[in-house]
Every structure is written in structure tokens, then in C-alpha cells.
């Protein structure tokens, strides 16, 4: 659904029925449920719907917890295995773009070396 931008793409009556389709086309494929770091940056809500659990139903995780750094930039934490039964992080927050916080990426990278730490996944930290 080509448009110069995010308001004029929303204008569209068939948006919100083909980026459903589109994301899960996309993130239910076998491709992607092999990857045990997953980190999504999504512009609003529109986009990646945290609150409503399409992040769990689309990467089939589990809600862990909210992470809030500094006290404003929310980071979304989920749990689950892939397909290959390891364990995988899905993280969401929100796009960099719309974000006053410089040290939302250290965080980040904290949050996944723990979690590459704390599952014996040392070879993803090289």
C-alpha cells in the first residue's frame, strides 16, 4: 500500500485489514520463529498492538514484564522458545524516531546480553 507517508498510507480503507495480513504473513513464518532475539520498534500502536497481546499471539510468547527506563520509554518484554524449542526474548517498544531517551539502545543491549547470559548463549554475544 504505497503512500509518501504514515497518515496518507492510514487513509487508505483496506490499511488496517492488509497490515494485519501482512504482519501475520510475515512473522508467522517459520523463518522468523527461529530467531531467539527478536526487537521491534514500532511507530504507534497502529503498527504492533502490545496491550491487546498481538506481540504473544504473532511471535507465540508470553508477556513477562514492563520494563520502564528512566522512567518514560517503555520496553515490552516476552518470553517464549522458537521454533527449534530454544529460548527466545521478543522485545518491543516504540520507534526511535518518536524517542527523547539517548540511552534506550545501552538498555537494550543490557536487557538482551542478560538474557544471552542467563540462557547459555554465549555465541550470539561475540
Known amino acids: 500500500m504505497p503512500a509518501p507517508n504514515n497518515?496518507?498510507?492510514?487513509?487508505?480503507?483496506?490499511?488496517?485489514?492488509?497490515l494485519i495480513r501482512r504482519k501475520r504473513d510475515f512473522f508467522k513464518q517459520d523463518f522468523i520463529k527461529?530467531?531467539?532475539?527478536?526487537?521491534?520498534?514500532?511507530?504507534?500502536?497502529?503498527?504492533m498492538e502490545t496491550y491487546r497481546g498481538e506481540v504473544c499471539d504473532l511471535f507465540e510468547v508470553?508477556?513477562?514484564?514492563?520494563?520502564?527506563?528512566d522512567g518514560k520509554s517503555k520496553i515490552w518484554i516476552n518470553m517464549g522458545m522458537t521454533i527449534g524449542n530454544e529460548p527466545k526474548i521478543?522485545?518491543?517498544?516504540?520507534?526511535?524516531?518518536?524517542?527523547?531517551?539517548?540511552?534506550?539502545?545501552?538498555?537494550?543491549?543490557k536487557i538482551i546480553s542478560s538474557f544471552l547470559l542467563e540462557n547459555g548463549i554465549s555465541s550470539l554475544l561475540k
Do not use: C, W
Open 7 to 18: 497518515s496518507r498510507a492510514k487513509e487508505n480503507p483496506k490499511f488496517t485489514e492488509e
Open 34 to 47: 527461529k530467531f531467539q532475539v527478536i526487537v521491534i520498534f514500532t511507530a504507534d500502536r497502529m503498527y
Open 62 to 69: 508470553n508477556f513477562e514484564t514492563l520494563h520502564l527506563h
Open 90 to 109: 521478543v522485545i518491543h517498544t516504540r520507534h526511535l524516531s518518536q524517542l527523547n531517551d539517548s540511552n534506550l539502545i545501552p538498555e537494550l543491549g
